[in-house]
């Protein structure tokens, strides 16, 4: 049954955009939607304003204040130039940076919020075309602006596009500036309070030496010069699926020395519609379909896709029996880190005082392959952000090794405070060589490293709820976990539940509390069992899911021992999820 009172004030705020305020399109389409005998469309677009998640704005595109248009997009960014204006009021000129992904609109919005941010005099350094999200973040510091933006959903599916803020440190914003840029754009209550008129005097379209000195500063990461001239043609099929990839990440691994890069043609095409792929996710085994079928075509050893903003990495290796098999998130980022640490041990870079990062649904692995190499290990909230917030506050203190999350975004550098494909495939490539230098395959050396650390497989399983009704859906479940605590997985008893909305951890056995270091408070919940089973569950800040992941773990003493050992984690997970009911 409709809530009358909700469609009607539905109603109400939709004919507000059938003002002249509005351009003619829009209007049209509004009363297009007004005229639907279902509502339920209206409602979606109006029911409520879009907001800042752990990603900034992100939404479905089309008319109304619930999805992504230059008249939201054209809110934001007025907010932002606001208080931007009020934090920075010292300054004599105010700049930013502004950078777009492949998607469509993507340009459009880009454009509006240069001609609004130049209309309250604030310098704008605009890419000329589309740009990895990374380059956005290395501009702000390159550039010493004071924030940035990059229009982009990540890789959410085509009819999604999305808005993120970045802060003078390149990284994402958090408190307070999240919660003060939002009420800045709380108080634009009308469109008349979006000044479009751009002053085409304070709009600086960038050249290319940004990019010859970002891939340049890349280039100064590399560990493994000389494994890479022995393997510079090792077969690397690399895909940007459609997106903002193609522009540097194929030109940085030249650079660094590999000399056998192969495209996937149909996939080099710029396009926002991703005509290919069902989904631009890297996590996902079908949008590395036509990549790994080209490896097979041509002998590769190694595939690498990024999405369509470029800042996350998915790959395939070729198993003992010369198959393909894709990485997870939590394979590469140990890969990486060890690699990293391993590296920085044989080169005599080590000090003491460095240090690591991941997310706290990453995998538990990482934290003992640091204590084992003395490498302070620091767990944060997901959401890149964080962990570039840990390298704020660890700034002058300690050095930074290498951060990421299961989510399959990494960075290997600290003059870049997000995560960064470009960095990723060119360490991922590195490591094909290296490990070919130790007469190893990637996929081995992965297996050496269960070996020696232990063994872990982790599954992530997001539960989709769409719309007004599916958010209330996933607050309800979240009221019912803390209202009735999980007490045992799979048949082995929960003994530590971490609540970090309330941020206190509960030890079921002594029926103790303590209270979680971290930086604020987070709609997560994470249990761990006495036989190593780690499980979280936290709401999506940029997609209508509810994500649960499930963490086992085994010892194994051989290469020979991780096909049982991964089947026997594939049951138990699968009875883990089962006692979840999900």
């Not at 010493?144 to 803020?165: R, V």
Request: proline share 3%; net charge negative.
């Amino acid at each position: 049954m409709i809530d009358e009172i909700l469609l009607k004030q539905v109603k109400a705020k939709a004919n507000t955009w059938l003002s002249e305020d509005y351009d003619e399109d829009t209007r049209k389409k509004v009363q297009e939607l007004l005229d639907r005998e279902n509502t339920s469309a209206l409602i979606e677009s109006f029911y409520r304003d879009l907001e800042f998640g752990t990603g900034g704005l992100r939404g479905i595109m089309g008319v109304g204040s619930n999805r992504m248009n230059i008249y939201t997009v054209g809110a934001a960014t007025q907010g932002l130039a606001n208080y931007l204006k009020k934090e920075f009021s010292h300054l004599p000129q105010i700049s930013v940076v502004i950078g777009h992904d492949c998607r469509n609109n993507s340009r459009l919005f880009a454009e509006k919020s240069a001609d609004i941010f130049s209309a309250n005099g604030i310098q704008v350094y605009l890419f000329p075309a589309l740009r990895p999200t990374p380059e956005i973040s290395y501009a702000i510091r390159q550039l010493d602006c004071q924030s940035g933006i990059c229009i982009t959903a990540s890789h959410n599916p085509k009819e999604y596009n999305g808005y993120k803020a970045y802060w003078n440190d390149g990284a994402q914003v958090i408190a307070p500036h999240d919660k003060n840029i939002i009420a800045e754009v709380n108080k634009i209550s009308s469109v008349k309070d979006i000044n479009f008129k751009g002053r085409p005097e304070l709009i600086q379209l960038l050249d290319n030496k940004i990019d010859e000195d970002y891939i340049r500063d890349l280039l100064t990461l590399s560990l493994a010069k000389d494994a890479i001239r022995r393997h510079k043609n090792i077969k690397i099929v690399y895909t940007p699926i459609h997106g903002t990839g193609i522009t540097l990440i194929p030109a940085a691994l030249k650079a660094l020395g590999f000399e056998n890069i192969i495209h996937v043609p149909e996939q080099d095409i710029i396009s926002g519609d991703f005509p290919t792929v069902k989904s631009p996710n890297p996590e996902e085994a079908s949008a590395l379909k036509m990549a790994v079928e080209k490896a097979l075509e041509k002998g590769a050893d190694l595939v690498m896709a990024s999405d369509p903003d470029a800042d996350r990495v998915g790959s395939a290796v070729r198993n003992e029996k010369g198959e393909f098999v894709l990485l997870n998130g939590n394979q590469t980022l140990l890969l990486f880190l060890y690699y990293l640490i391993t590296r920085w041990r044989e080169l005599g870079k080590l000090t003491g005082n460095e240090y690591v990062v991941k997310t706290i649904v990453s995998t538990e692995l990482v934290k003992s392959v640091a204590k084992k190499n003395g490498i302070k290990l620091f767990d944060c909230y997901t959401g890149f952000k964080w962990i570039a917030d840990v390298m704020r506050q660890n700034e002058g203190k300690r050095i930074y090794i290498g951060g990421g999350e299961e989510s399959y975004g990494f960075l290997a550098e600290d003059f870049v405070r997000d995560k960064d494909s470009v960095s990723a495939c060119m360490l991922l490539a590195e490591i094909a060589a290296w490990a070919a230098d130790n007469g190893k395959t990637v996929y081995e050396l992965l297996q050496d490293i269960y070996i020696e650390y232990g063994f872990s497989k982790e599954k992530g399983i997001s539960v989709v709820k769409e719309g007004k009704s599916g958010a209330e859906e996933i607050e309800a479940m979240m009221k019912n976990y803390r209202e009735h605590p999980i007490t045992e997985l799979a048949g082995s008893k929960v003994f530590f539940i971490k609540d970090f909305s309330k941020l206190t951890g509960t030890d079921t056995v002594e029926n103790e509390q303590v209270t979680l270091d971290m930086p604020t408070t987070s709609n997560v919940l994470q249990y761990f069992s006495e036989d190593g089973t780690k499980v979280s569950i936290r709401p999506s800040g940029t997609e209508p899911k509810i994500k649960f992941y499930i963490e086992v773990h085994s010892k194994v003493n051989s290469r020979e021992e991780l096909a049982m050992a991964d089947a026997a984690a594939e049951a138990k997970i699968e009875e883990v999820r089962k006692s979840l009911g999900i």
